[in-house]
């Protein structure tokens, strides 16, 4: 029986889970819960130990979590829209950098740290009328009793164009090759890991969002939720 008021958009990186959770989140009257963010966040305060490369996946997970705790990481409402914030104060210029992207695999694979963010996700989803959680697991462990569960997908070049122009980068096709295949060993290491893997929920409904717009994308989705009885 579902008896959570959530929606779980799961994917690989750059499907655009972030973006059209967000949207939703907001068409619907519900909050946004980004669970990247806060493995972004931890990335972050690990590059701050000066962790780099492979001494990232043998973190102390006690000490950072520790770390994290005080320096406040957390998810945060703030007019309507929530995000990450660090050391008191909004984080998102600091988290969604390239050197935290290329790290952040190693660290969201350690158990501890995601039972860290499962639960900070489960205590501020129950706290309010009901959210929008997107990651790589949220239908499949997070929230296994979500009413709607959307695992969000689209082509290998079509994500690596999303994340060029989110980083502001020109799309020529050395850099569209190259992101294309960082885009690929991202998902190879979210597939294979032992720990929460990258996976379709087998209730989840599959959306491929390569030939719609972003608009049909997260319109899709309200008109499901919507039919749950979810949001306004």
Do not use: C
Not at 22 to 51: K, M, N, P, Q
Not at 101 to 118: E, F, H, K, Q
């Amino acid at each position: 029986m579902r008896s959570q008021r959530v929606i779980a958009i799961d994917g690989p990186s750059a499907s655009g889970k972030s973006s059209t959770a967000d949207a939703v989140a907001r068409a619907l009257g519900l909050i946004h819960l980004d669970s990247g963010a806060l493995y972004r966040g931890l990335t972050r305060i690990a590059l701050d130990f000066g962790e780099t490369g492979a001494g990232l996946s043998t973190l102390d997970p006690r000490r950072l979590i520790a770390e994290a705790e005080r320096r406040g990481l957390l998810l945060r409402d703030d007019q309507g829209s929530v995000h990450a914030w660090l050391d008191g104060r909004p984080a998102e210029d600091r988290i969604r950098t390239a050197e935290v992207t290329s790290g952040v695999s190693a660290v969201s694979a350690i158990p501890a740290l995601r039972d860290w963010v499962n639960a900070q996700l489960r205590a501020t989803a129950a706290a309010g009328a009901g959210a929008v959680v997107d990651g790589r697991d949220i239908g499949t462990v997070v929230f296994p009793d979500a009413a709607l569960k959307v695992f969000l997908v689209a082509s290998p070049a079509a994500r690596a164009r999303r994340r060029l122009g989110q980083r502001g980068e020109a799309i020529d096709p050395a850099r569209l090759a190259d992101e294309t295949a960082r885009l690929a060993a991202r998902d190879d290491a979210d597939s294979q890991r032992a720990v929460a893997p990258l996976t379709m929920a087998a209730d989840a409904l599959p959306l491929d969002g390569t030939d719609l717009t972003f608009q049909e994308q997260v319109a899709w989705i309200v008109k499901r939720g919507r039919s749950l009885g979810l949001g306004r």
